[in-house]
T-cell receptor, first 111, second 117 residues
Framework: QKEVEQNSGPLSVPEGAIASLNCTYS??????FFWYRQYSGKSPELIMS????GDKEDGRFTAQLNKASQYVSLLIRDSQPSDSATYLC???????????FGQGTELSVKP | DVKVTQSSRYLVKRTGEKVFLECVQDMDHENMFWYRQDPGLGLRLIYF???????EKGDIPEGYSVSREKKERFSLILESASTNQTSMYLCASSHPGVAGAFYNEQFFGPGTRLTVL
């Protein structure tokens, strides 16, 4: 079982819709969770961090964390074509300073 | 804003050459990382460092070495480049946070696309 799992996609949504990206992790002691956005040919860019159960909102982005279910998600409201990218979920395990990255979900927002 | 810079955006080298990839961060971060990213394989950790003169192997260290002589600079060295080391190389840095805090957000440089012919 992979330590951090994401659906590879591609996930296709129409412009203006809500895009829902999901991630599960295996280390129950994990404490920090991150979402990165990566445009084709570019490096990953941190867009959200979440550390406690519940929702965290930042503009059109909402991160949701459920530690009991070992599940973290990213919602993108009012999706725009400029949101088309690969979204990487990253988890900091209980020990050490490394992050464990998922394989990423490719999102395509159609005009 | 955190700034992580990498010495080259694109690099073309010949098989057998020694290759140096440089990474510099300006936020006084203790932690620095080198990854490679290939289609279908995701991000793979090569080496990382939690302090000056300190290094730890990641998941795929074979064929690579690193150097961290100063806190802000972390170099990746390909001792004898091979074609299977053609890849996008990404450097990242993070602050370990204080006791009881969890942070560790990693900030990435722009990447170096290395082609080995």
């Amino acid at each position: 079982q992979k330590e951090v799992e994401q659906n590879s996609g591609p996930l296709s949504v129409p412009e203006g819709a809500i895009a829902s990206l999901n991630c599960t992790y295996s280390d129950r002691g994990s404490q920090s969770f991150f979402w990165y956005r990566q445009y084709s040919g570019k490096s990953p860019e941190l867009i959200m961090s979440i550390y406690s159960n519940g929702d965290k909102e930042d503009g059109r982005f909402t991160a949701q964390l459920n530690k009991a279910s070992q599940y973290v998600s990213l919602l993108i409201r009012d999706s725009q074509p400029s949101d088309s990218a690969t979204y990487l979920c990253a988890v900091k395990p209980n020990q050490g300073g490394k992050l464990i990255f998922g394989q990423g979900t490719e999102l395509s927002v159609k005009p | 804003d955190v700034k992580v810079t990498q010495s080259s955006r694109y690099l073309v080298k010949r098989t057998g050459e020694k290759v140096f990839l440089e990474c510099v961060q300006d936020m006084d971060h203790e932690n620095m990382f080198w990854y490679r990213q290939d289609p279908g394989l995701g991000l793979r950790l090569i080496y990382f460092s939690y302090d000056v003169k300190m290094k730890e192997k990641g998941d795929i260290p074979e064929g690579y070495s690193v150097s961290r002589e100063k806190k802000e600079r972390f170099s990746l060295i390909l001792e004898s480049a091979s074609t299977n080391q053609t890849s996008m190389y990404l450097c990242a840095s993070s602050h370990p946070g204080v006791a009881g805090a969890f942070y560790n957000e990693q900030f990435f440089g722009p990447g170096t696309r290395l082609t080995v012919l």
